[in-house]
């Protein structure tokens, strides 16, 4: 379909990333004072009664911030580990969009929410903010008792860069043989840092994030070229997605990582693995934020959140396909 029309106007407003960042600190900071201004005018409130405390993380090489929101309904509850975008060389749980997503979360889908501050590139190259995320999840299973979650109910998600570390951790727990996931909740994921999905070209330009300012992120990110073809880099490169927990793919028409979501819900079906994937029709990159002015961004939260209420149900979920 077209792409919406209360999008057009906001689309020739959106700042180009810069072709080079000199100094990433002041770039940070720019960043997040700006989208936090921006917030209070595209983003609706965030509920009420939603509890958050700060955890430090100890990790190797040094520590790390989580934020922990608690609904005010009675628990055990589920738990839900959230990974945030930035193109994995900004973005913030501190900022003020990441704050109302997890209680949003939190209160919507009555779960236990827990984000983390990751590291960063390119100060920490690939292997570094993913392994301060796997470090959050076992954290937060081993913690269940004291945050009063479920552990046979725990899910990851994440959004953009997020949703690309969301899908390596669950890799990673696989692998390691780490905590259970009922859900990889995954919302404009990106799968393939080679860029080798159609929808990188057909939507290089024009819808905000743009190709070359994908190529400029993976740059940072990783440290040789050769990098990106890790199943922890690009998950859709995996040779095997057997024994995945159920995913839930939400990827945006306009977007130049469009079809990473897709390709990778048709790879875990393969593999045996339930995998929705849900198409959001007319939009962009970064259209779920937009909840004070878009439609479709709240059908969009509501999408999202439908999909862990589902998950943390003690039943067996099946794939299906919108």
């Avoid at 911030?65 to 589920?78: K, Q, S, W």
């Avoid at 983390?116 to 301060?132: I, M, S, W």
Wanted: charged letters at 20%.
């Amino acid at each position: 379909m077209p792409i919406d029309p209360i999008l057009e106007p906001l689309l020739s407003n959106m700042p180009p990333m810069p072709e080079e960042i000199d100094d990433f600190d002041v770039w940070r900071a720019e960043e997040g004072a700006a989208a936090d201004v921006l917030m209070d005018q595209i983003m609706e409130p965030a509920p009420d009664g939603v509890e958050r405390r700060v955890v430090e993380l100890p990790v190797e090489g040094g520590s790390v911030e989580l934020h922990v929101f608690t609904p005010p309904t009675a628990g055990p509850h589920p738990a839900h580990l959230y990974l945030h975008g930035g193109g994995w060389i900004g973005g913030s749980i501190k900022h003020k969009s990441i704050d109302i997503l997890c209680r949003e979360r939190a209160a919507g889908a009555d779960c236990v929410v827990v984000t983390v501050e990751y590291r960063k590139a390119p100060e920490h190259k690939f292997g570094a903010g993913l392994n301060d995320c796997y470090a959050a999840l076992l954290w937060t299973a081993e913690h269940a008792d004291e945050l009063g979650v479920r552990t046979d109910s725990i899910s990851i998600g994440g959004g953009s860069a997020g949703a690309n570390l969301a899908a390596a951790v669950a890799l990673k727990a696989r692998d390691e043989t780490g905590p259970a996931l009922v859900l990889q909740l995954l919302e404009v994921p990106a799968l393939d840092l080679t860029a080798s999905t159609p929808s990188h070209q057909r939507n290089a330009t024009g819808y905000g994030l743009t190709h070359d300012g994908i190529k400029a992120c993976v740059r940072y990110y990783l440290d040789s070229p050769q990098d990106a073809h890790h199943p922890y880099a690009s998950p859709l490169l995996a040779p095997d997605l057997s024994g995945l927990p159920p995913a839930y793919i939400l990827s945006a028409e306009y977007d130049p990582v469009c079809d990473d979501g897709e390709e990778y819900a048709r790879r875990l079906t393969e593999a045996g693995v339930p995998a929705t994937f849900s198409l959001q029709r007319g939009q962009i990159h970064t259209s779920s934020a937009l909840t004070k002015l878009l439609p479709a961004a709240r059908s969009w939260r509501e999408e999202a959140l439908a999909a862990l209420r589902d998950a943390h149900r003690p039943y067996p979920r099946t794939a299906s396909a919108q």
